[in-house]
């Protein structure tokens, strides 16, 4: 099974989740795990829609997706609620 890997090296705002909004779309993965802690956001725009997320992987945009938050990740109970709101992705984020 091929595994994709977008590792950021200075320290965010790289580019990162513009590669996974990407990716998921065109590769259609399984599954999207993100790693560390709510972040200052990423921005995913597609088809004249706007989200700025700071919690919920990129690649949400993927509706078979199955989205999977890392243990150890910290983040406020009610933004992630306000995200899974926000992108539609109920019932398919799961958080270890």
Aim: glycine share 12%; hydrophobic share 40%.
């Amino acid at each position: 099974m091929p595994l994709t890997v977008i590792i950021g090296g200075f320290f965010g705002d790289e580019g990162k989740g513009k590669v996974v909004s990407y990716l998921g779309l065109a590769d259609g993965p399984r599954i999207c795990v993100r790693t560390g802690s709510i972040n200052a956001g990423h921005t995913v725009t597609h088809n004249g829609k706007t989200w700025k997320l700071r919690i919920i992987p990129s690649c949400f945009l993927n509706e078979s997706t199955r989205l999977m938050i890392a243990p150890g990740a910290l983040f406020k109970i009610d933004a992630f609620l306000r995200e899974i709101e926000e992108t539609n992705s109920r019932g398919r984020v799961w958080v270890d």
